[in-house]
């Protein structure tokens, strides 16, 4: 199994453009998180799902949206990029609401 | 406020010392308590997952304590190496009023086994 995979590994936006980032999960997880992590901060929650066709927000969805149409797939998207988003984004999944989360490698996104 | 405290912040021990790493978090009412492992530029790697029911997990040099009524975990690492030179993360699962439940990550404790 490749467990969780994200792309890109790296992406440089301008302020005001939108990009889709992918994450892809083969080992059947219902559960799927998007987190983003900032130096000094900790990871927070942005969006999770709960199987396909479930969404709801996390700690700090504001300037994302996601999707979830199959078991597989938990793609975000951001909608007018601001410098404030810039940071590392890990998706993550598990099997059932208290099972072991495990985390792709995460996508480097910087704003200018 | 669902709050996770790791102190300290970095740890730097000689090669060979067993050490261990402490979490702290501000509501007992959790569904579990997880130990990642993250190294620079990295993912996160989960190390030890301990259900609330349980009170500890082991994985070869790695053992894992919860005591929800005092709100602490612990990570015990024996014989330490180089090798196990990374950031070291708790996150819990707390219930919320819906129903659900919410991951609260610490900030992590970097950890450098010195040679």
């Known amino acids: 199994n490749a467990g969780v995979t994200q792309t890109p590994k790296f992406r440089i936006l301008k302020i005001g453009q939108s990009m889709t980032l992918q994450c892809t999960q083969d080992m059947n997880h219902n559960y799927m998180y998007w987190y983003r992590q900032d130096p000094g901060m900790g990871l927070k929650l942005i969006y999770y799902?709960?199987?396909?066709?479930?969404?709801d927000k996390g700690e700090v969805p504001n300037g994302y949206n996601v999707s979830r149409s199959t078991t597989e797939d938990f793609p975000l998207r951001l909608e007018l990029a601001a410098p404030s988003q810039t940071s590392v984004y890990f998706c993550a999944s598990s099997k059932n609401r208290v099972g072991a989360q495990y985390f792709g490698p995460g996508t480097r996104l910087t704003v200018l | 406020k669902q709050e996770v405290t790791q102190i300290p912040a970095a740890l730097s021990v000689p090669e060979g010392e067993n050490l261990v790493l402490n979490c702290s978090f501000t509501d007992s009412a959790i569904y579990n308590l997880q130990w990642f492992r993250q190294d620079p530029g990295k993912g996160l790697t989960s190390l030890l997952l301990?259900?609330?029911?349980?009170r500890e997990q082991t994985s070869g040099r790695l053992n894992a304590s919860l005591d929800k009524s005092s709100g602490r975990s612990t990570l015990y690492i024996a014989a330490s190496q180089p090798g196990d030179s990374a950031t070291y993360l708790c996150?819990?699962?707390?219930?919320?009023?819906?129903?659900?439940?919410?991951?609260?990550f610490g900030k992590g404790t970097k950890l450098t086994v010195n040679p």
């Open positions: 996150a819990v699962s707390f219930g919320t009023q819906g129903g659900s439940e919410k991951l609260v």
């Open positions: 301990i259900q609330s029911s349980q």
């Open positions: 799902s709960v199987g396909a066709g479930i969404t």
